[in-house]
């Protein structure tokens, strides 16, 4: 193809393009996904990460695995004990980890076994590390969520204590992979908002206990049906980050399933190691270095082979507690991707890769332009990556391909009508 006029008509897609999505971010977020084949995203994220271009996590972690060894040196409790799960937090409470998220089912079991739960919780300072715990949610065929279920616990979780139930759902996408999640839901009937861990751990970093209530009342009120609207008579008491909020949210993977105690990956300010990994067993019975759960965001949850809980990702399948570890190592940008200063960097991206891409299509044969133009979209999404995050890395490829199909369908459209007016009728509509 020759370029003819065509830079008109690219400029003034794109131009289109950004318009709409300036205007309509909501509308559009729903119609890019409905036609953008992530997978495709799969393979850029996994070549970036290949060759380690991407951004370093924000939030080192630490996993306390409940793995074979720890399952088999407890004889196989199903479900956990509290005991062992009491035991474990007590431990990890000690060292001042940033926060403690225990991935694992306390609804069931009763008696003398969850009074050792309930004591530790009733102990549970203000002065302590946020310590949280996965809400059971269920929801209807529609998608809608039903009432949370109560729990025997729930007297402990006042205000005003860092105790916290949170929501720890994965959205499972195309080809069954989790690629998002959900930063919060709201049950049926309430109007108070269960956190991810990773938005209630920004929140608690921002301003402690009384942020997190701020960020649970306000998206509880926003979300929820027939709630009195939360900061409607003084928006200036909801920080920006909170306001400008978007519920689903892009993981990125920066831990593959690995038995590695220490990851070579650092964190951002590159002073400690972005993973650490610690069988269950062994943190329980033997001394642990402070350093390793010092202002770390600790999970303790299950790894054994036959607990269940693994989920297929774009990296390959890994246990539910390092999915979540993957969302809170990255939570940092991946809330900023919300923040209106990110949106234009996103719109203006995605408008520049359409550009550059849609101009290789239109110079280039398919067998020169198909791997220039992935070429292209890895170094892009390298560079949005490393300075928005992932999130908006992935809407900056998502917007970009609607951006070529647009360019691709109204040059052909003009093709087909130049022809016809000269002349060429069917062939016209043949070669569009």
Not at 325 to 342: D, F, G, H, L, R
Not at 348 to 376: D, E, Q
Request: a neutral charge.
């Amino acid at each position: 193809m020759k370029l003819r006029s065509r830079y008109r008509l690219v400029i003034v897609t794109l131009l289109a393009f950004g318009l709409i999505a300036a205007v309509a971010p909501f509308w559009l977020k729903e119609w890019v996904e409905s036609i953008t084949d992530n997978p495709t995203l799969d393979k850029i994220h996994a070549v970036s990460q290949g060759l380690g271009f991407l951004s370093l996590p924000s939030v080192p972690v630490t996993l306390v695995r409940i793995d074979d060894q720890s399952f088999a040196a407890w004889q196989r409790p199903f479900p956990i004990t509290k005991a062992i799960i009491a035991g474990l937090i007590e431990k990890a409470r000690t060292s001042s980890p940033r926060a403690i998220l225990v991935d694992l089912d306390i609804s069931a079991g009763g008696g003398k076994d969850a009074d050792v739960l309930h004591d530790l919780l009733d102990r549970w300072r203000p002065s302590d590390p946020p310590l949280l715990f996965p809400r059971e949610l269920s929801f209807d065929p529609d998608g809608n969520s039903l009432p949370a279920s109560p729990s025997d616990f729930d007297m402990h979780f006042k205000a005003g204590k860092p105790l916290f139930w949170v929501n720890v759902l994965f959205e499972v996408g195309d080809g069954a992979k989790v690629r998002n999640w959900n930063l919060w839901e709201v049950p049926k009937g309430a109007c108070q908002a269960l956190l991810s861990p990773a938005i209630l751990s920004y929140a608690f970093k921002l301003g402690g206990t009384a942020m997190v209530e701020t960020a649970q009342r306000y998206l509880g009120s926003r979300d929820g049906v027939g709630c009195a609207r939360e900061g409607q008579d003084m928006p200036s008491a909801v920080p920006r980050w909170l306001s400008d909020a978007e519920k689903s949210s892009a993981i990125q993977f920066s831990f593959p399933k690995s038995d590695t105690a220490m990851s070579a990956m650092m964190v951002e300010d590159g002073h400690v190691p972005a993973l650490i990994q610690l069988s269950g067993y062994q943190f329980a019975q033997r001394p642990i270095a402070a350093s390793a759960l010092a202002d770390r965001f600790v999970i303790i949850g299950n790894s054994y082979a036959s607990n269940g809980d693994f989920h297929d990702t774009p990296i390959g399948e890994m246990e539910g507690m390092r999915v979540i570890a993957n969302a809170v190592a990255n939570s940092t940008k991946a809330i900023a991707a919300a923040e209106y200063p990110t949106k234009v960097a996103v719109i203006l991206s995605s408008m520049f890769l359409a550009g550059l891409v849609a101009f290789l299509t239109f110079t280039f044969k398919s067998l020169i332009s198909a791997p220039l133009a992935l070429l292209v979209g890895i170094v892009v999404y390298t560079a949005c990556n490393i300075n928005l995050g992932a999130a908006a890395a992935q809407s900056v490829v998502q917007y970009a391909i609607v951006i070529w199909v647009l360019v691709i369908a109204l040059e052909s459209v003009e093709s087909i009508c130049r022809g016809f007016l000269e002349g060429r009728s069917w062939r016209s509509f043949l070669n569009g």
